[in-house]
């Protein structure tokens, strides 16, 4: 398995995503490797990219998947981008368990 694209600071971690957008259903596929060689975290969403839609579903996800409240999430880059990166404020420790655990259940799904 791939391990996941975060990095930690003082109070939280930070998160790669690369997101799909309009897809048939909302979903973490898994952690992979993009053009550059950096990795990312594959999220697919129903949610339309107009309006802020797409990122307003991407925080909500990965949320509920951290066990945050989505006010704890911020976009620090790629707003408009199909790669962002995400701050998660908490406990990082935490974060991390709760995200591998999400990545290991969408792993087993499409295995």
């Keep these: 398995m791939i391990p996941l694209p975060i990095t930690r600071d003082a109070s939280g971690v930070q998160l790669a995503v690369r997101v799909t957008a309009r897809a048939r259903r909302s979903e973490i596929k898994g952690v992979i490797v993009i053009e550059d060689g950096r990795r990312a975290l594959a999220v697919r969403l129903a949610a339309p990219p107009v309006e802020g839609a797409a990122n307003k579903a991407l925080i909500a996800m990965i949320a509920d998947h951290a066990g945050l ?31 591998e655990r999400a990545v290991g259940a969408a792993n087993r799904h499409d295995a």
């Design 69 to 99: 409240a989505a006010s704890r999430i911020t976009i620090r880059s790629g707003e408009t981008a199909r790669l962002k990166i995400l701050h998660l404020a908490g406990d990082g420790d935490a974060i991390v368990a709760a995200l």
